[in-house]
């Protein structure tokens, strides 16, 4: 199952960062639409995250990473908690624990009780990061929105977004053996099915994005700035003038990774349809998916990626895509 990755030479992609304490200028919403467009990816900087506060994550979620396999399964797949992922099941080298929101508290808490009582500190650290990422991810959906259209904040937050909920997934990669040979695959390509991802990865790096081309480049972490990537609703919401682009964590380094992905999502029951003014009235512009509830779409990823993390996977084309035969072929939505 260990898929070893391209050795095409890899560059770096150059994202703009934006400043998101400050409202953001005529000239950054234009390079904001741009980066969306073509990358679905940018850098935040002046988040409101500290260095502090980032460190106390990793450090208790360290803590329960090191815990026997035995006792972590005690939260796994098939326990009433399900909130640890553990190796093999994405990748060899991938494992992860997942906080839900609103109540980021409970829901460490609930791992926390069949993992390790004792650590009292997991689950206050986890409310206090899951709220600061609530925050932040409202800031950036309305920065997107008005990179689309001036007006688009004032008509389309409230209505459209305001029932938006979070959670993260804590992702521990463990050592590539041998760091001198080809890299691997430490989380394969995918998409992510939220409106929005915020990731912090740490310093040894590997997250990589797919260009239009097919061409993996490499997003360099960069100290004091998180990644925010475009996800499957948002792409579908905007009628593809954002991108979800694909993505991938190769593995390098003999040294363990740790990133945290926070993704913002539509409320279950929603049914996500590109509103007229986004698609536009251009002769040429279509809208390019048919209506879809967000929760057939996750129980449609769900089915078809269990136990199929290294293949390349369906999307939101595949699901509500108009032209796409096997858009038709289902009924969840
Ligand atoms: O580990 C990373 O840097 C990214 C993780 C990711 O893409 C995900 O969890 O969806
Ligand atoms: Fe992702």
Not at 3 to 11: E, L, Q, R, W
Not at 30 to 52: P, Q, R, Y
Not at 223 to 252: F, K
Not at 299 to 323: H, L, M, P, S
Request: with cysteine.
């Amino acid at each position: 199952m260990t898929a070893m990755v391209d050795m095409d030479p890899v560059t770096c992609v150059q994202l703009p960062s934006f400043d998101v304490s400050q409202p953001l200028d005529h000239a950054s919403l234009s390079s904001l639409a741009l980066a969306c467009k073509e990358w679905g990816f940018f850098h935040i900087t002046n988040h409101g995250v500290s260095a502090d506060l980032l460190k106390k994550v990793k450090h208790l979620s360290s803590g329960l990473f090191g815990l026997p396999s035995e006792t972590k399964l005690n939260a796994g797949p098939n326990s009433s908690v399900k909130t640890y992922t553990p190796h093999f099941i994405a990748s060899p080298f991938f494992e992860s624990l997942r906080v839900s929101g609103p109540d980021f508290f409970a829901s460490a808490q609930s791992s926390v009780r069949v993992l390790d009582p004792t650590n009292t500190e997991f689950s206050e650290v986890m409310k206090e990061y899951g709220s600061k990422m609530s925050e932040l991810s409202q800031k950036i959906i309305k920065s997107v929105l008005t990179c689309l259209g001036s007006d688009f904040e004032t008509l389309f937050y409230e209505s459209e977004f305001s029932k938006c909920h979070g959670y993260f997934r804590i992702n521990n990669y463990s050592p590539c053996e041998k760091p001198d040979e080809e890299p691997v695959e430490g989380l394969g390509m995918h998409t992510d099915m939220s409106c929005i991802t915020i990731v912090h990865q740490d310093v040894s790096g590997g997250l990589q994005v797919r260009s239009r081309e097919g061409k993996w480049l490499d997003i360099n972490p960069c100290e004091g700035t998180l990644v925010v990537n475009i996800g499957d609703l948002m792409q579908a919401w905007s009628n593809d003038r954002l991108r979800s682009s694909e993505h991938r964590v190769v593995l390098r380094r003999n040294t363990n990774r740790a990133s945290f992905a926070f993704f913002w999502c539509f409320e279950d029951e929603k049914t996500v349809l590109a509103p007229d003014e986004v698609v536009g009235d251009m002769a040429a512009d279509r809208r390019v998916y048919k209506p879809f509830s967000c929760a057939g779409y996750m129980k449609f990823r769900e089915n078809n990626e269990r136990g199929k993390f290294e293949k390349v996977g369906f999307t939101v084309k595949d699901f509500a895509g108009y032209n796409i035969p096997s858009a038709d072929q289902h009924d969840d939505q």
